[in-house]
């Protein structure tokens, strides 16, 4: 950002339903309590132990850290839900073999079904929220946030 645009940003006035972060957080809020409207009372399952199963679920294995580094979720969040997780059976934590004092995480047959389940509700549910755009609309909104992101990270880095 230029020294000009820094300018021109600062005179104008700071409205945060504008700001681009409220509104990704605004919109990830509400479809992730449109989907865990569903599942919660079924399975007893918070949104932060969905995203650690849904991330579990997609690549069969991963260790915590992977589930921090993709989610927006810290290690705390990630090791409570970890946990809980662990606690209702549905998470299996397996030492790695590559690193011993690594533990890997894994769905347990229990948790691939209610996995599987709550994805299904889930696709269901951003089905619905897209249909308020366009095909095209779509692939454009899903081009931005992706360049969104890698800005976002590059920045912080």
Do not use: C
């Not at 230029?2 to 700071?14: G, I, K, L, V």
């Not at 308020?132 to 609309?137: K, N, R, S």
């Amino acid at each position: 950002m230029t020294q000009t645009t820094t300018q021109n940003s600062a005179e104008e006035p700071f409205i945060l339903e504008e700001f681009i972060p409220f509104k990704l957080a605004v919109l990830s809020d509400a479809v992730s309590k449109l989907i865990a409207r569903d599942y919660s009372d079924r399975f007893g399952i918070t949104i932060a132990e969905w995203r650690v199963m849904a991330l579990v679920s997609q690549y069969d294995e991963v260790r915590a850290q992977t589930v921090v580094e993709k989610t927006p979720m810290d290690k705390v969040a990630v090791s409570r839900a970890v946990a809980s997780l662990v606690d209702k059976g549905l998470l299996e934590k397996r030492t790695s073999q590559a690193d011993r004092r690594s533990a890997l995480l894994h769905l347990s047959a229990k948790g691939n079904t209610i996995a599987t389940d709550i994805q299904a509700v889930a696709k269901v549910h951003n089905d619905d929220v897209l249909q308020a755009l366009t095909t095209t609309e779509q692939a454009v909104l899903h081009a931005i946030l992706d360049k969104l992101i890698v800005q976002a990270r590059n920045l912080t880095q």
